[in-house]
């Protein structure tokens, strides 16, 4: 799979993640936000809580798309999201949680793992 394809199959999985959540009643906050450290895909707020979110499209396996959200990446999302704290004080008061979606495109569903890890 081309590069091209795979920026393209991540941002439609973007957009079906941020869908998704709108449709919980989530409200959408940031999207794609970057720092030194890394990138936050989806940073929303729900009820009082702000939502840091990593989504992962994938064609069938459920396994692999949590598999690739290691440890060490878990540590840049987790550092990323100070650095949006940092950057946007009116936030630093609310509870923070870790969610990550997973699409599969092949069985036309979304898995969403609320508070999917601790930073």
Not at 30 to 37: A, E, G, H, L, V
Not at 79 to 96: G, H, I, Q, W
């Amino acid at each position: 799979m081309h590069y091209k394809d795979k920026i393209a199959i991540g941002k439609a999985g973007e957009e079906t993640a941020t869908d998704f959540l709108r449709s919980k009643g989530y409200q959408i906050i940031s999207r794609n936000y970057f720092s030194p450290y890394g990138e936050i895909d989806i940073i929303a707020i729900e009820k009082n809580i702000l939502v840091f979110v990593e989504v992962k499209t994938r064609n069938s396996n459920l396994e692999t798309a949590l598999n690739s959200v290691s440890f060490s990446k878990q540590k840049k999302l987790a550092k990323t999201a100070s650095y949006f704290l940092l950057k946007n004080p009116r936030f630093e008061d609310m509870a923070t949680r870790f969610d990550i979606i997973v699409i599969l495109k092949n069985k036309n569903q979304i898995k969403h793992l609320i508070d999917a890890f601790l930073p």
